[in-house]
């Protein structure tokens, strides 16, 4: 199973959402709570290509997205392999 990281912030549904499926099917992920972090939103912003919003998630070295994103690869029965091969 590839690494899963979350970056996520206080107070934030969307945040919620992704770890609840992540929850759900099993998956083990390391949460980054950026709530009151500048050096971890510009990590996460960098590693994000731009992105601002939160969460945004990471399985392996690819950049999933945010909580909409993850959820329309598990309507797809794309997530699993996903998380399989970080790919």
Known sequence: MADVTI???MMCGYCNAAKRLLDHKGVA???HDASFSP???REMISKAHG???FPQIFIGDTHVGGCDDLHELESQGRLDAILVNGR
């Open 29 to 31: 992920y390391t949460e």
């Open 7 to 9: 970056y996520t912030r």
């Open 51 to 53: 992105r601002t919003t």
């Open 39 to 41: 050096e971890l939103r």
